[in-house]
């Protein structure tokens, strides 16, 4: 009978150290979930509760009861369901997010929601009267100033604020005017001439 001990084969080993490597992740991380599920047991929800907010959103009241931190973008978007608002950057670049409040143009990724209380908002949603486009729509699918559309929503709200303010006075003013809504696709040609033909409608 043959007294050598079992060879440890290099297969063998490699498996044996991989398993013993996973069991010690394991225990690690296992140890981590239950120190974190256990802090997090122990913090205390605070911050402001939600709070009653009305707005008045193309000439409609809406209640709402929102924390006063909430966007009016998000306000917009999440809870009263308008999503023809985009959210590009979320901080003040694209002006994907172009409303109008009170006739003036907002970034609505900057404005809080209570701070539009008591003010007309008005959204891509309410600008057409029935089936009947705004002239700026209008201008936009007659001139394509627009690819995959989802700067367009807030194209269309800042030349509507900036033709009732009468700045559409040149191209060069146009572009100037509109420089604070970014087109990815860069439809800007089509886009000026949308605003300049609707401008003389
Ligand atoms: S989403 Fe508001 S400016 Fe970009
Ligand atoms: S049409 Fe695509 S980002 Fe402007």
Do not use: W
Not at 1 to 8: A, E, I, T
Not at 49 to 66: H, K, Q, S, T
Not at 159 to 171: N, T, Y
Request: hydrophobic share 40%.
């Amino acid at each position: 009978m043959s007294d050598r001990k079992p060879k440890l084969t290099r297969r063998a080993f490699t498996l044996s150290a991989s398993l013993a490597g996973v069991a010690a992740k394991t225990g690690l991380l296992t140890a981590s979930a239950e120190a974190a599920t256990s802090a997090s047991a122990q913090v205390e929800m605070s911050g402001p509760a939600p709070a009653p907010v009305r707005l008045n959103v193309n000439g409609v009241e809406r209640a709402l009861a929102i924390e006063p931190r909430v966007t009016l973008l998000d306000a917009l978007r999440e809870r009263l369901g308008l999503t023809g608002t985009k959210k590009g950057c979320d901080q003040g670049q694209c002006g994907a997010c172009t409303v109008l409040v009170d006739g003036r143009r907002i970034n609505s990724c900057l404005t809080l929601a209570i701070a539009a209380q008591g003010k007309a908002v008005t959204t891509i949603e309410g600008v057409a009267h029935g089936d009947q486009l705004h002239p700026v729509q209008a201008a936009f699918i007659e001139y394509d100033a627009f690819q995959c559309g989802y700067c367009t929503p807030g194209q269309i709200m800042s030349a509507v604020g900036l033709l009732a303010e009468h700045r559409a006075l040149d191209d060069s003013a146009i572009r100037e005017q509109m420089s604070g809504n970014i087109c990815r696709c860069g439809a800007y040609p089509n886009i000026v001439d949308a605003v300049r033909a609707a401008g003389n409608a």
